[in-house]
């Protein structure tokens, strides 16, 4: 039987090997490494998702500029 710790992350038991003994506020205390990864992963798609939308917005303020700017100079309506 492999050593289990309590996983303050899933609130829960994982064997030792599975986890890491990481540094809380609360003191050091174990978390699953699948937990860590998840949690990496979900903040670099939030990250990457974050960018997306910086980008959309970007495009999307200089597509109404040019409209702004077309609307001025155009004599037929789009
Ligand atoms: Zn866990």
Known sequence: ???T???YHCRTHHPKE???LIDTKAGK?????RSIEATKKGRLER??????VTAMNKAEAQRKARLVLNGRTATTPP
Not at 29 to 33: E, L, V
Not at 47 to 52: D, L, S, T, V, W
């Open 18 to 20: 599975e986890m890491r």
């Open 47 to 52: 990250e990457a998702y974050g960018r997306q």
């Open 5 to 7: 710790a309590f996983c």
């Open 29 to 33: 205390r174990w978390r699953c490494i």
């Open 1 to 3: 039987m492999s050593e």
